[in-house]
């Protein structure tokens, strides 16, 4: 089926925006790309500044719940982790569907039309495995599905509590299936369930805390196999690479270079406290990294190594909204350049067009999508419209720079996935009742624990 878009003003990569672009699609990818063209009859019409779709590279959805709600007061990551533990035992597979499409709705409101879920809420209480193993990673695909954005599903390897191999106990029991070996012949069924289904599966190592060492290889063994995405939390808190150097005596990142999880298809998330030899590993093995800022400095994890990291050319930089205290893809792409005016005093570090780049092309690179994020010939047609007239974004014009360090997630008026209109005039299609969904389920599963 063939479809043509006129976008008022489009972005196509590089630091100019041009206008009247017509973009046509068949069976939902783009064939032709078209510059200064008139609007064609019959086609539909997307005014403001057109860009790709966005995509989250870093997702759990249900921390979606605590937004508000660990803000109260004052607190650390692991007092956060601690009422998060307790919203996750509460959770079935058919609230966990529920709870993925209002989140994934939300985010396709924002502009995002690929999400990655860091998923390891895998068994029911105590660790008991469901009649379908695969229960809640299936919920995640199919909240996906209604929401109408593409879904890659990070499914995670999570055996123990700490770095010095301690047990799983509570809530967490339900992220574990015991091994390794055992999490890996999971995944391959979990695999061949969405295989056709516009679904990549790819695979996680929660953390240097949660694999033990001599684990690691078999998770991104799994990874090679399979031709798929690896992710892992890195370096987020002090805490865990104080552990990791009495442990092992080195860091997480020098860690995983020696057991084989480092290299081009890895994404290490937040990467905030590395070392110069742990950005050399990195670089040396063209390891990806996935800043969120909103969420690091929600938690007050600290601030990342932006510049030094986006030296290395082959370097994928991906974005994601993380725990959803906010989600607004722009926002994440404009704090990386202003977090790095506060850490480092300077202005105009980092362009807004890598900043663009980085919630676009790179964050779909990250999610095993290397043709998204574009708009261009044989690119999904993604397209996201942002108003130019709000109180946000009028008078700075139909730029790049308006885009990254004006506008947000309210200026997304219109978005398209794979050639089919999700959002219209900013009313979500296939779930209108969004804001309502997000309340109901945010009472019903937090309760009052934060109040």
Do not use: K
Request: with cysteine.
């Amino acid at each position: 089926m063939s479809e043509q878009f006129w976008c008022e003003h489009a972005w196509l990569g590089g630091v100019d925006v041009q206008a009247d672009v017509v973009v046509t699609t068949v069976d939902g990818m783009i064939t032709a790309v078209e510059s200064g063209t008139p609007r064609p009859a019959g086609s539909t019409a997307l005014t403001g500044l057109v860009i790709p779709g966005m995509a989250n590279a870093h997702s759990h959805a249900f921390h979606r719940l605590l937004r508000a709600r660990t803000q109260i007061g004052r607190g650390s990551f692991w007092t956060w982790r601690d009422l998060m533990y307790r919203v996750a035992d509460r959770l079935t597979p058919e609230l966990y569907e529920q709870v993925c499409t209002a989140v994934y709705a939300e985010m396709t409101l924002a502009g995002i039309t690929a999400v990655g879920e860091f998923h390891y809420l895998h068994h029911d209480r105590g660790g008991r495995s469901y009649a379908e193993p695969n229960a809640m990673g299936l919920a995640v695909a199919a909240g996906a599905a209604t929401a109408g954005l593409r879904l890659t599903l990070l499914d995670t390897c999570y055996l123990t509590a700490s770095v010095d191999g301690a047990a799983l106990t509570g809530p967490q029991l339900r992220f574990s299936d015991g091994t390794a070996d055992r999490w890996s012949e999971r995944a391959d069924h979990l695999h061949r369930e969405l295989a056709g289904n516009d679904v990549v599966v790819g695979a996680a190592v929660h953390s240097v805390r949660a694999v033990p060492a001599d684990q690691l290889a078999t998770v991104a063994d799994w990874a090679r196999r399979h031709d798929a995405p690896l992710h892992v939390h890195s370096s987020e808190q002090t805490g865990e690479i104080e552990q990791t150097l009495a442990v092992h005596g080195c860091t997480p990142t020098r860690l995983m270079r020696d057991h084989g999880v480092l290299g081009p298809r890895t994404t290490a998330v937040h990467a905030t406290h590395l070392t110069d030899e742990d950005i050399a590993d990195l670089d040396a093995t063209d390891t990806g990294v996935c800043f969120c800022p909103t969420t690091e400095r929600d938690l007050g994890d600290g601030l990342g190594p932006a510049t030094e990291l986006l030296t290395h050319e082959r370097r994928v930089f991906s974005l994601g909204s993380d725990s959803h205290a906010v989600i607004d893809l722009l926002e994440e792409a404009r704090a990386v350049e202003l977090d790095e005016r506060l850490r480092r005093r300077e202005r105009g570090l980092v362009p807004a067009a890598r900043l663009l780049g980085a919630a676009t092309v790179d964050g779909h690179r990250a999610l095993g999508r290397p043709t998204g994020g574009r708009i261009a010939v044989n690119a999904p047609a993604d397209l996201v419209a942002l108003d130019l007239r709000s109180v946000r974004t009028a008078g700075g014009g139909p730029t790049v720079e308006n885009a990254v360090f004006a506008a947000g997630a309210a200026d997304v008026t219109d978005v398209i996935v794979g050639g089919r209109e999700i959002v219209r005039a900013r009313r979500h299609l296939t779930v209108p009742d969004v804001t309502d969904r997000l309340a109901t389920l945010a009472d019903q599963l937090v309760e009052g624990d934060a109040r």
